[in-house]
């Protein structure tokens, strides 16, 4: 197979932008507030619980990047499948039109910068199945496996690479509202996390003075830092279970596979009048 090719990049190294945040620009912050809180209250907890805050914060915004990220380069590979499939149904032989496909996508662009490079012991299926490692590119791996086909058996790619994209397309829809429906759940988590701030406010109004017994009193130091330390082990054990909700296969009420591969060979099946 003749290796692709495509102009140069100017950053060959630009891909996918990580999604870790540095953490000294949180310690600093941490540090500052909680030495300040420290100085007013005349106690050390302060400190203790400015930094606890900043692994909380940082923690979380860590796994929004990370799905925002993941997100993308779903949506990037759902717009490669259709770009792909306009340059075939326009009669481009497949290494043309995946060039011109690939160039396109800003967010695919280590995946391009690795095409450019000729490497004959590397076709472009092998490429797109290691660049379906990478969180969100799963369906490229469903787009190697019928190039493949395409090439051996003589599968026309146009038609398989309609079916990668119908199937794309369904599964992106799903996580779409699978995310909308969780949104409510990291809210309330959310919610309920800042509860205790309005139990030490109706505190303080009814004249009970909560804050200086917690600050001042060993006793109510070492229920504020277990509190606290309870407080961020529920909200990091919340994120994460709520992270790990996966997209499981559809339920009996789906009408059509959402595994890109699957709904390409139900597509093949239909056209030939046989159940895949």
Not at 106 to 116: F, G, I, K, S
Request: net charge positive.
């Amino acid at each position: 197979m003749s290796t692709l090719t495509i102009p140069a990049i100017s950053n060959p190294g630009s891909g996918p932008r990580p999604t870790a945040l540095p953490a000294k620009p949180f310690i600093i912050i941490a540090t500052l507030l909680g030495a300040c809180g420290s100085l007013v209250a005349h106690s050390a907890l302060p400190s203790v619980l400015a930094l606890l805050a900043a692994v909380l914060i940082r923690s979380r915004l860590i796994r929004a990047r990370a799905r925002a990220a993941e997100a993308a380069q779903c949506s990037a590979v759902v717009e490669l499948c259709g770009a792909l499939r306009s340059e075939l149904q326009a009669g481009r032989q497949p290494n043309a039109a995946f060039t011109e496909a690939v160039w396109c996508r800003p967010e695919l662009r280590d995946l391009a910068t690795a095409v450019a490079t000729p490497d004959p012991e590397r076709s472009a299926p092998d490429l797109l199945v290691e660049a379906s490692r990478l969180p969100g590119r799963e369906g490229l791996a469903a787009l190697a496996a019928c190039w493949r086909a395409a090439e051996h058996h003589g599968v026309p790619l146009t038609g398989a690479v309609c079916g990668i994209e119908d199937g794309l397309r369904a599964d992106q829809v799903r996580r779409q509202n699978l995310g909308a429906e969780l949104s409510g759940v990291r809210t309330t988590v959310a919610l309920l996390g800042v509860l205790p701030a309005f139990g030490l406010a109706l505190g303080s109004a009814l004249g009970a003075d909560p804050i200086h017994t917690l600050l001042t009193r060993p006793v109510g130091e070492v229920c504020l830092l277990i509190g606290c330390l309870l407080e961020i082990a529920g909200l990091l054990w919340t994120d994460r279970l709520v992270g790990s909700i996966g997209y499981g296969p559809p339920t009996a009420n789906s009408p059509r596979p959402s595994n890109p591969l699957a709904r390409w060979r139900l597509h093949r099946g239909r056209q030939t009048g046989r159940q895949p």
